[in-house]
């Protein structure tokens, strides 16, 4: 059966979006030795973390707002050159031999404003793109792309550091960005209505953001789902932030390699299996099965200094991830209305993550001057838990990540008791028809 125009204009974007991923991948993997091994400071491979990520995650809301009053290719255009740009500076000056951490910072800031318009943008093309019967395949080959990148960018760059060093894998991440530019040249994205006030004229960019929220807090099984993840990744952050301390206090870099590399095998053939059924039938129930799933593999990492148990915690909870953020966010595009999806999903994406970033900070501090001293033997919980946490370094990080694993089973829980949530696909409309359904997928609107 032959593809419609408007599905070989959303795998064109998908491929050119999947490429720039990857190259990302490279860059976001060598920056951090290459500072370490610069400066032996960890302080300042932290900073450079949060160099990639703060301005990304705290400009996303306006990013949204801004991609509402454009059309979607557009600002994906935009943040794919951005982005590009920062990286061909970087590139330049890492081959000439004059990079320094200070301009790695400047630029990382400067590339992730750009990027924060990548996510509202890329979300808010899919159902101009694809019909709403489509929508789990079109998130599973969302999540097999990032998947994908995840698993291949830290082995790919490893190899390419070692010959073409950082300046050679930075153009390379710059080639990437040019093969994802040329593909949205080349496509057309239908455009989408604009809010208008009575009077006729278009809210400001505030008025635009107070709609987003007072859009979700309408919808009320939307507002406690936005809850729902926040308070799910408090829990997680905490799960990625000490998983190297937790292998490494009882096993070799070795094997923490060999679980993330299966991990992100796992990962792989989740998203895949999202892309070829399309998901589950009974998303929120997905949700709240995948949550207590997740919740058990965090418990199954900190349960004993054992790396089969550890890597089979690691590969159930890479294996979940997906699953649980592609369901979710069929259930976003659902649900949000076209006009409105850049900057909900925006709010969204702040909402729900914007606890990572606290958990990160809290949870070295938390497991090593509160959890660790605990689990040192001697010591009442030391002998109470030891039967089955173990004794030695790492005991306390581990009962740090039981607890973790164990709040988000209660998350789950208290989830699954709210009846607002659990019916949300009934009670909360579809949005109106995609641009793909409304047009048969016969044609897509040429538009700028």
């Known amino acids: ?40 400071s960890a ?113 790919v760059a490893g190899l390419l550091i070692a010959t073409v060093q950082l300046g050679g894998i930075l153009f390379v991440d710059f080639a990437t960005f040019v093969v994802s530019l040329l593909t949205l040249i080349v496509v057309r994205v239908p455009d989408v209505l604009q809010d208008r006030s009575e009077t006729g004229a278009q809210p400001s960019v505030w008025q635009d953001l107070a709609g987003s929220w007072r859009y979700i807090r309408e919808r009320r099984g939307l507002l406690l789902l936005l809850f729902y993840f926040a308070s799910v990744n408090v829990f997680v952050g905490f799960a990625q932030v000490l998983l190297v301390p937790l292998v490494l206090s009882f096993t070799s870099t070795a094997a923490l390699g060999t679980m993330m590399s299966l991990g992100g095998a796992a990962m792989v053939l989740a998203s895949l299996f999202l892309s070829t059924s399309g998901g589950f039938e009974h998303r929120v129930r997905a949700v709240l099965g995948l949550t ?86 001697g010591s009442g919980l030391s002998d109470l838990l030891s039967p089955w946490l173990g004794r030695g370094p790492g005991r306390g990080t581990a009962l740090l990540y039981v607890c973790a694993g164990a709040l988000i089973v209660v998350v789950a829980l208290v989830g699954a008791l709210s009846p607002r949530l659990r019916n949300l696909e009934k009670e909360v409309p579809d949005a109106a028809p995609t641009a793909a359904e409304e047009t048969g997928q016969d044609s897509v609107r040429k538009t700028d």
């Open 292 to 377: 207590v799933a997740l919740g058990f593999a965090v418990v199954l990492c900190g349960s004993r200094p054992n790396p089969i148990l550890v890597g089979a915690g690691v590969i159930l909870a890479l294996f979940v991830t997906p699953l649980l953020e592609g369901t979710s966010q069929v259930i976003w595009h659902a649900k949000t209305a076209p006009e409105m999806m850049g900057r909900v999903f925006a709010l969204r994406k702040l909402a729900a993550l914007f606890p990572r970033p606290i958990a990160y900070l809290a949870a070295g501090p938390l497991a090593d001057r509160i959890f660790e001293p605990k689990m040192r033997g």
């Open 43 to 155: 302080t300042l491979v932290s900073l450079v973390w949060l160099a990639s990520t703060l301005p990304d995650l705290l400009l996303s809301p306006l990013a949204g707002a801004l991609v509402d009053r454009w059309n979607r290719r557009l600002a994906l255009l935009i943040s794919d050159l951005g982005a590009a740009l920062g990286t061909l500076v970087l590139a330049v000056l890492a081959v000439s031999g004059t990079l320094q951490v200070w301009q790695v910072l400047l630029a990382c800031i400067w590339v992730s404003a750009f990027v924060a318009l990548q996510w509202p943008a890329y979300s808010a093309v899919i159902p101009l793109l694809v019909s709403r019967e489509q929508l789990g395949r079109a998130s599973g080959m969302v999540q097999t792309a990032g998947s994908i990148a995840s698993l291949a960018a830290p082995a």
């Open 1 to 40: 059966m032959p593809l419609s125009a408007s599905i070989r204009v959303f795998l064109l974007i998908w491929l050119g979006q999947f490429i720039s991923q990857f190259g990302s991948g490279l860059t976001a993997f060598a920056l951090g030795p290459w500072v370490y091994l610069r400066t032996g």
